[in-house]
C-alpha cells in the first residue's frame, strides 16, 4: 500500500538553527498538506500545496517557515531560526485532489528545539 | 470560523464494552467531518467520513458515526472495544472558504481496562 513518506523521524536541534523536513506524497496526489502538531493538541494546518503552487499559506508563520514544492511532487519544510515554541510533531498530508479527497498522513517528523 | 469540540479528554473503557466518544462541529455550511485515529508513533489514520447522505457512516474496525445536524454533533461509536484500540481520536472537518485543509479537535485520549 502507497504511504506518504518523511523524513527525519526525529530531529534535535537548538534554538536559531535551521531545520528542514522533507515529505514525499503518495505517488499522484496533487494536493499536498502540512499540518503542526503540538503535544495534546490536535493537528493545526500550516501551508497546502495543489501541483506545485501554494493554496493556503494563511496559517504559516512567514518570518520564520518557508514552504515548497518545486516540482509538484515532494515538498520540503524549513525554519530558519527554529525557536523553543516550534518543538511539535510536523506531518504532512497528500491527497488525490483538492476538496474532499481523503488524505493520507506520513509518520511525522517530531522536532525538539533546545 | 469553523470549529471542533471533544468534550472529553480521556476515556477509559473496560475491553469488551461499547464505546462513544463525542464531537461537536461549529460551521455554517454543510460540513465535511471526519473521525481520524493516532497511535503512539504513527501518523494518523482516517476511520471514516461524513459528506452527504446516510447520516450513519460505517468505517473500519468496526467504528460508526451518527450525523446528526440539530445538535452539530458527529459522535464515534464501537460496540465493543479491543485493547487494540486504545490510541488517541480527532475529529475533523474541512477548513472551507476555498482551502481544504482540516481542522481538528484537540482529541480524545481513549484508555483500555483488561
Known amino acids: 500500500e502507497a504511504e506518504v513518506a518523511q523524513s527525519p523521524r526525529y530531529k534535535i536541534t537548538e534554538k536559531s538553527q535551521a531545520v528542514a523536513f522533507w515529505c514525499d506524497p503518495i505517488?499522484?496526489?496533487?494536493?499536498l498538506y502540512w499540518y503542526r502538531q503540538i503535544l495534546g493538541q490536535g493537528p493545526e494546518l500550516l501551508v497546502q500545496?495543489?501541483?506545485?503552487?501554494?493554496?493556503?499559506d494563511s496559517q504559516l508563520p512567514k518570518d520564520r517557515f518557508s514552504a515548497e514544492r518545486l516540482k509538484g511532487v515532494d515538498s520540503t519544510l524549513k525554519i530558519q531560526p527554529a525557536e523553543l515554541g516550534d518543538s511539535a510533531m510536523y506531518l504532512c498530508?497528500?491527497?488525490?485532489?483538492?476538496?474532499?479527497?481523503?488524505?493520507?498522513f506520513g509518520p511525522g517528523t517530531r522536532l525538539t528545539v533546545l | 470560523a469553523q470549529s471542533v469540540t471533544q468534550p472529553d479528554i480521556h476515556i477509559t473503557v473496560s475491553e469488551g464494552a461499547s464505546l462513544e466518544l463525542r464531537c461537536n462541529y461549529s460551521?455554517?455550511?454543510?460540513?465535511?467531518l471526519f473521525w481520524y485515529v493516532q497511535s503512539p508513533g504513527q501518523g494518523l489514520q482516517l476511520l471514516l467520513k461524513?459528506?452527504?447522505?446516510?447520516?450513519l457512516v460505517q468505517g473500519i474496525k468496526g467504528f460508526e458515526a451518527e450525523f446528526k445536524r440539530s445538535q452539530s454533533s458527529f459522535n464515534l461509536r464501537k460496540p465493543s472495544v479491543h485493547w487494540s484500540d486504545a490510541a488517541e481520536y480527532f475529529c475533523?472537518?474541512?477548513?472551507?472558504?476555498?482551502?481544504?485543509?482540516?481542522?481538528f479537535g484537540k482529541g480524545t485520549h481513549l484508555i483500555i481496562q483488561p
Open positions: 498530508a497528500s491527497s488525490a485532489d483538492r476538496g474532499t479527497d481523503t488524505q493520507y
Open positions: 505517488s499522484g496526489h496533487a494536493t
Open positions: 500545496f495543489q501541483d506545485e503552487s501554494v493554496v493556503d
Open positions: 460551521y455554517g455550511a454543510t460540513p465535511y
Open positions: 461524513y459528506f452527504s447522505g446516510d447520516t
Open positions: 475533523a472537518v474541512v477548513s472551507g472558504g476555498g482551502a481544504d485543509g482540516l481542522t
